[in-house]
T-cell receptor, first 119, second 113 residues
Framework: AQSVTQLGSHVSVSEGALVLLRCNYS??????LFWYVQYPNQGLQLLLK??????LVKGINGFEAEFKKSETSFHLTKPSAHMSDAAEYFC?????????????????FGQGTILTVHP | NAGVTQTPKFQVLKTGQSMTLQCAQD?????MYWYRQDPGMGLRLIYY???????DKGEVPNGYNVSRLNKREFSLRLESAAPSQTSVYFC????????????FGPGTRLTVL
């Protein structure tokens, strides 16, 4: 079974500082990995995804993530935080295939990390 | 293109009451999902439907039922609401293909007193 662990339920940074949100996964097959962002009282929006192409993935709003198979990690970074980045961030892993070779596209989510940005 | 829509946005129920949460998507996706979101627990899958006419249990199905009415619509029913079902409920959809992301609705905030 696959699982996702996000280290740190709350991360606080100053505006302009580096943002680093950590995600480690467990999967028995090569995974597909996603980062979603949730602004207050809204649904989830895709930031970026890894689907076995380039290991460094660039997403929206200046975010990027690097897939490291040896560390089973998919950490999210942004060089310079902006006040508008304050939100909750979720890392998710997609099932690869079931026994019959079919994917139902199910996602397993981490617990979420709330990012606070201080002026 | 409205994407994924959910109704209602907010609901307050008394213990034992029933209700149905509605979800619709206009992206011609084949798979649809219902999640609940609770603080510190991320999103947990309640039920999903891989295609029209099929539904399967997810991680936390107890106390819920679903109906895939057609390709567009996937409803979630609480037959006898309990305070433990107080949560934010999200519907999502995708075209099932390895690596495709899910698209989420805006959520329904449910309180059971």
């Amino acid at each position: 079974a696959q699982s996702v662990t996000q280290l740190g339920s709350h991360v606080s940074v100053s505006e302009g500082a580096l943002v680093l949100l950590r995600c480690n996964y467990s999967s028995s097959v090569p995974p597909y990995l996603f980062w979603y962002v949730q602004y207050p009282n809204q649904g989830l929006q895709l930031l970026l995804k890894y689907t076995s192409a380039a290991t460094l993935v660039k997403g929206i709003n200046g975010f990027e993530a690097e897939f490291k198979k040896s560390e089973t990690s998919f950490h999210l970074t942004k060089p310079s935080a902006h006040m508008s980045d304050a939100a909750e961030y979720f890392c998710a892993v997609s099932e690869a295939r079931n026994a019959g070779g079919t994917s139902y596209g199910k996602l397993t989510f981490g617990q979420g990390t709330i990012l606070t940005v201080h002026p | 293109n409205a994407g994924v829509t959910q109704t209602p946005k907010f609901q307050v129920l008394k213990t034992g009451q029933s209700m149905t949460l509605q979800c619709a998507q206009d992206m011609n996706h084949n798979s649809m999902y219902w999640y609940r979101q609770d603080p510190g627990m991320g999103l947990r899958l309640i039920y999903y439907s891989a295609s029209e006419g099929t539904t399967d249990k997810g991680e936390v199905p107890n106390g819920y039922n679903v109906s895939r009415l057609n390709k567009r619509e996937f409803s979630l029913r609480l037959e006898s609401a309990a305070p433990s079902q107080t949560s934010v409920y999200f519907c999502a959809s995708t075209y099932t293909h390895l690596g495709n992301e899910q698209f989420f609705g805006p959520g329904t905030r449910l309180t059971v007193l």
